[in-house]
């Protein structure tokens, strides 16, 4: 390797790890004779399409690569044959969940710089075509602010409080400089969801990316418990809502009871009894029953409510509205 190939790749180096720097700072770091020479240098690496950034600081220009410009260097990696075919089903995975998000991007990116590497590799499969064998559901449909979602990924990251304006839009509504503890994100019925600890309500709430409006980070920083897990967090819920515990019962008809026998619909599901006419009684502990509700309604006459009596009530009215408005439509 040539010297001036070689004091570029340290260049790159040095502000991809991070660092900011002028030019002085950069000709003694790379020990050039002029500051000349670093000029050409970072001429030369944006040339190659790095993103060098500048700011002037007092008489002083100083330059660096954005946090989410760096380029970080992984020593060569051996993979099996099927390891790759893993990579490749499980970008297909996340496409799906990461398309609305800057990492969406950037994880076809690193993948298709993967397949590069490895193009000299003879496999009994077509990385590339391996898309069209596998889906993964369709993808969250709004499209996510990509500076909003940077900031909260550094905010969880860090422990950072935030502030935000946000749109309740079960309430229509929107709250302004609301102050958070975000504690993670999670997508949950095809929505991209932050967890966070509300310091209005003193409560922990689900926060719709979709409705954040506006982002500000705090200079105050929390500590997110030890024992906080969002697998517990999310355990009872059917989908992305919350709300009160409940314990529902099922009765499931002969021709219905195969699905709950080879499928868990959630993960506390459970078959509490097998009764002699082939039917089944099916039980979950849930939060909240709007959208068990609606899912217990999706199997139309094959699944029936018997508990809790609030679930009960409810399907019922609506069936019985339901009777009403459709012999309505008969006269």
């Known amino acids: 390797m040539s010297r001036p190939d070689e004091r570029r790749r340290t260049l790159a180096r040095l502000l991809n790890a991070g660092g900011e720097y002028s030019h002085d700072e950069l000709r003694a770091e790379l020990r050039l004779g002029s500051v000349r ?3 050409r240098l970072l001429g ?4 190659e399409g ?3 950034r500048e700011r002037r600081e007092s008489k002083a220009k100083l330059f660096s690569i954005a946090e989410e410009d760096r380029v970080v260097q992984i020593p060569a990696i051996s993979f099996t044959e099927e390891q790759i075919l893993a990579l490749a089903v499980a970008a297909e995975a996340s496409r799906a969940a990461l398309s609305p998000t800057p990492l969406g991007a950037a994880l076809r990116q690193a993948f298709d710089a993967l ?3 490895m193009s000299t590799q003879v496999y009994s499969f077509d990385s590339e075509a391996e898309a069209a064998h596998w889906h993964f559901g369709a993808a969250p449909s709004v499209a996510l602010d990509p500076e909003i979602f940077r900031a909260l990924a550094t905010a969880i990251q860090d422990c950072r409080r935030i502030r935000i304006d946000y749109f309740t839009a079960s309430k229509r509504t929107i709250t302004t400089d609301r102050p958070v503890e975000p504690y993670g994100l999670a997508v949950r019925g095809g929505s991209w969801l932050m967890v966070g600890r509300c310091l209005r309500s003193l409560q922990m709430r689900d926060f719709s990316l979709a ?4 982002l500000q980070l705090d200079d105050e920083y929390f500590i997110r418990p030890d024992e906080f897990s969002l697998d517990e967090y999310f355990r009872p819920r059917f989908n992305a809502l919350s709300g009160e515990r409940f314990t529902v019962r099922l009765l499931v008809e002969p021709d219905r009871a195969p699905y709950f026998h080879r499928k868990k619909y959630h993960p506390t599901q459970r078959i509490i009894e097998s009764r ?3 039917r089944i009684v ?3 502990e849930v939060a909240g029953l709007e959208e068990i509700r609606a899912w217990v309604q999706s199997w139309g006459i094959g699944v029936t409510v018997l508990e809790p009596p609030e679930l009960v009530d409810r399907i019922g009215k609506e069936a019985r509205e339901l009777v009403v408005r459709y012999a309505m439509r008969d006269n």
């Not at 030369?44 to 040339?47: C, G, K, P, S, T």
């Not at 409705?211 to 506006?214: L, P």
């Open 276 to 278: 002699d006419d082939d």
């Open 50 to 52: 790095i993103p060098i």
């Open 211 to 214: 409705g954040i409006q506006k």
């Open 37 to 39: 020479q670093v000029r």
């Open 44 to 47: 030369e690496l944006r040339r």
């Open 115 to 117: 397949l590069k590497q």
């Open 282 to 284: 099916v039980g979950f």
